[in-house]
């Protein structure tokens, strides 16, 4: 048969008898799977059936170390506009065609070396074989969860066949990833080989399967019913559901979906066991979480693919970096950096304190499990990459220097005043300020062009975000620059004007500070802080407080207090746990009480006691009136970023609520929850607060929204949008 091709496919024979069929997405970095590069599979493999020679067929990819990343989310995003009698035939159509993998008279072997993810990871799993290389990017996974859904195309009926039921829960309802070592311990891989030696030993597999004549029974066992007894299938599924509560918290309605689909289909075959799987894909998609989840991908999407500044600008390499100040701040980033193999010369006053650091740091790194904060997967040496800076002067060669020192104006300008003299005409200084004007600090320097915010969020480690502060003078190559480098080093950086407590604060202060009205207007701490975690919170406002520390709360809270009065109220609560000794976590007291090494508080009774004087209890308060308060302030302040061009787009507030705050994904962002409610309903639901004071009053963006009916993601290109389903 001679080579040909298709528009995403490459077939070729390195023998007259064994194909090999490289998938090659056109004008993508990375390959997927729709329904049309599918459609020309299943007419590839007609070309194969028709062929009395072909007695294999090994699938790789046409992109080195990239096998395949999933379904097109795109083409996903654009069916949810399409009746659910279109999806189901489409589905049904994409399984039967991967089913055709497993079914044909020649072995079929997926020679995987990178990602295979999602619908990648279920066409490897429809190959009688598995050959993975053990190049550091290789990683099997079903991600399918996090986007709301279930595998579609039969992953939930083949992959427990080829694992074990236990195994295939871990991996698609707790969407736990497997490198190319344990996938076979698992079973999962029939063959793990080096990156050079992938196809051949893919070829070799075919040919061993040839000629043991082990085929047909391989096949017949993952075509049949599961052999799992009743009691351990029992065990598991109650297992595995605490398992899915413990880390979704009742929030990814689809990783119970999945649960329930592989326990169910235990005694089918493996054909029912796909229908099924169908069945439940479709119900899913379009769902609210569902949509929500998408929105969230197509955040990240676009934050990686924003330009950020217009015109012809371009963004400098960075290839060395300088930390000024050992602390927790200047640790984490400077591990950051070492993770991504880019050398950091760190620099302290305290020659202990860097002593110190160099040791902490290089605990950081290895701390840090294999993908954190955009790993590469690579090992990372410190030899060579980490320095001690003898002083300020020593950082005359780094092309970035990022001050972290304490949260004081005066210290921050005493060091760039003997820092900025030894600095070259290109380098960047950026400050890791999370309250301070970026454009108040930039007025002792000569050179404020080249000066920015770049304020990272602690743990720096699990902390993608970065949000990147543009002083009144900082210049588009320097925030271009800083953007490209937060990128480089696995960030997610969202670019905003300088403003009183930039975005991220600016969006929390309100939320903390309401939930303080709300304690002197009788609501109980323990309420406060449940309704926040029903809404979908990591933490409720008052246990983040003590996470945070009262007095490191008070102190960083006294900026917006000063900047917005009108709104924002110095009250008492935090002055008196401060005078008694209650900082939280780190005192042992605070709103809770907390045991030794304990993380969770205990409810105190002694904290009502404390706060009595200053409580005006008149009435019950309700759930709905604690969340609405909650979350109504924080959403008129997003509104008021946007009127004053604070913000340029709606995206990176939705992305800095959820990646900064732990806004829940499953909302799909704070802007794109509030599109589920619509501006007139906000305007409606603001309206029994409005005797609280300016912070419950509509402001003028949110009315002119609707009057004219408009959502806030309206001004974002249709190709890349989804609509909201309705509130949660």
């Given at each position: 048969m001679p080579d040909i091709g298709s528009t995403c496919w490459r077939l070729s024979f390195p023998f007259p008898e064994i194909a090999l069929l490289l998938l090659d997405t056109p004008g993508k970095s990375v390959n997927l799977l729709d329904a049309e590069s599918l459609a020309e599979l299943d007419q590839i493999l007609d070309r194969l059936d028709a062929s009395s020679e072909v007695s294999g067929l090994v699938i790789a990819s046409g992109k080195p170390g990239k096998f395949l990343a999933g379904a097109d989310i795109h083409a996903l995003r654009r069916s949810i506009d399409d009746d659910q009698s279109t999806v189901r035939d489409r589905m049904i159509g994409c399984q039967a065609t991967l089913r055709r993998l497993s079914s044909g008279r020649y072995v079929t072997v997926a020679a995987v070396d990178g990602v295979c993810l999602g619908g990648g990871a279920e066409l490897a799993c429809w190959c009688d074989r598995r050959v993975l290389s053990t190049g550091a990017a290789t990683q099997i996974g079903f991600p399918e969860v996090q986007l709301g859904l279930i595998p579609g195309w039969g992953g939930t009926a083949r992959l427990p066949r080829l694992v074990g039921l236990d195994h295939a829960v871990e991996m698609i309802a707790l969407d736990r990833r497997t490198g190319a070592e344990d996938a076979g311990a698992l079973g999962l891989a029939d063959e793990v080989v080096p990156p050079g030696q992938l196809i051949d030993a893919a070829i070799a597999v075919v040919r061993h399967d040839l000629d043991s004549g082990r085929l047909p029974t391989h096949r017949q066992r993952l075509s049949g019913p599961m052999a799992v007894g009743e009691e351990e299938a029992q065990f598991l599924s109650e297992s595995a559901a605490r398992a899915i509560d413990e880390k979704w918290h009742g929030r990814q309605p689809a990783a119970t979906v999945a649960l329930r689909l592989l326990m169910e289909n235990v005694e089918a075959d493996a054909a029912k066991a796909s229908c099924s799987a169908v069945e439940a894909f479709v119900?899913?998609?379009?769902?609210?979480?569902?949509?929500?989840?998408?929105?969230?991908?197509?955040?990240?999407?676009?934050?990686?693919?924003?330009?950020?500044?217009?015109?012809?600008?371009?963004?400098?390499?960075?290839?060395?970096?300088?930390?000024?100040?050992?602390?927790?701040?200047?640790?984490?980033?400077?591990?950051?950096?070492?993770?991504?193999?880019?050398?950091?010369?760190?620099?302290?006053?305290?020659?202990?304190?860097?002593?110190?650091?160099?040791?902490?740091?290089?605990?950081?790194?290895?701390?840090?499990?294999?993908?954190?904060?955009?790993?590469?997967?690579?090992?990372?040496?410190?030899?060579?990459?980490?320095?001690?800076?003898?002083?300020?002067?020593?950082?005359?060669?780094?092309?970035?220097?990022?001050?972290?020192?304490?949260?004081?104006?005066?210290?921050?300008?005493?060091?760039?005043?003997?820092?900025?003299?030894?600095?070259?005409?290109?380098?960047?200084?950026?400050?890791?300020?999370?309250?301070?004007?970026?454009?108040?600090?930039?007025?002792?320097?000569?050179?404020?062009?080249?000066?920015?915010?770049m304020h990272y969020f602690n743990p720096v480690r699990h902390m993608r975000l970065v949000e990147v502060i543009r002083g009144d003078l900082t210049s588009d190559a320097t925030v271009a620059t800083v953007v490209d480098h937060a990128k480089r080093i696995g960030k997610m950086p969202i670019v905003v004007h300088d403003s009183p407590g930039f975005l991220v604060n600016r969006l929390l202060s309100p939320y903390l500070n309401e939930s303080l009205e709300l304690l002197i207007a009788g609501a109980a701490v323990t309420d406060i802080d449940l309704a926040a975690e029903q809404f979908g919170m990591p933490l409720g406002p008052l246990a983040l407080y003590d996470l945070v520390g009262v007095d490191t709360s008070f102190y960083a809270g006294r900026t917006l207090w000063e900047a917005f009065p009108d709104r924002i109220a110095a009250l008492p609560v935090l002055p008196a746990l401060f005078r008694k000794g209650r900082l939280g976590r780190k005192s042992g007291e605070g709103f809770y009480r907390y045991e030794p090494g304990s993380k969770r508080g205990e409810p105190d009774p002694r904290v009502a006691e404390l706060l009595e004087p200053y409580v005006r209890r008149t009435r019950e308060i309700s759930e709905q009136e604690i969340t609405r308060r909650l979350f109504l302030p924080m959403l008129l302040e997003a509104t008021r970023l946007l009127e004053s061009g604070v913000v340029r787009d709606v995206r990176d507030i939705d992305l800095g609520m959820i990646y900064g705050l732990g806004f829940p994904a499953e909302r799909g962002g704070l802007l794109f929850w509030a599109d589920s409610l619509g501006a007139a309903r906000i305007v409606t639901m603001l309206e029994p607060y409005a005797g609280l004071g300016s912070r419950f009053q509509p402001t003028a963006f949110l009315l002119d929204m609707a009057a004219h009916g408009r959502r806030f993601y309206d001004n974002v290109p249709a190709e890349v949008r989804v609509h909201p389903r309705g509130s949660l």
């Open positions: 119900e899913l998609l379009g769902s609210h979480v569902n949509v929500s989840l998408l929105n969230v991908y197509l955040l990240r999407e676009h934050n990686k693919r924003d330009a950020v500044v217009s015109g012809e600008v371009t963004a400098r390499r960075i290839e060395r970096v300088g930390i000024v100040g050992a602390g927790i701040m200047g640790i984490g980033v400077a591990a950051a950096h070492l993770r991504h193999h880019v050398p950091v010369r760190l620099a302290d006053a305290s020659d202990e304190a860097l002593s110190r650091a160099v040791v902490e740091v290089l605990e950081e790194i290895a701390a840090a499990p294999p993908g954190v904060g955009g790993d590469t997967g690579e090992a990372v040496n410190p030899v060579g990459l980490l320095e001690r800076a003898a002083s300020v002067a020593s950082l005359a060669d780094c092309d970035l220097v990022v001050e972290t020192v304490v949260e004081t104006a005066e210290v921050k300008r005493r060091i760039y005043e003997q820092l900025e003299p030894h600095l070259s005409p290109q380098t960047v200084l950026v400050s890791n300020t999370s309250t301070i004007p970026i454009s108040s600090l930039a007025r002792s320097l000569k050179h404020p062009d080249r000066f920015c915010g």
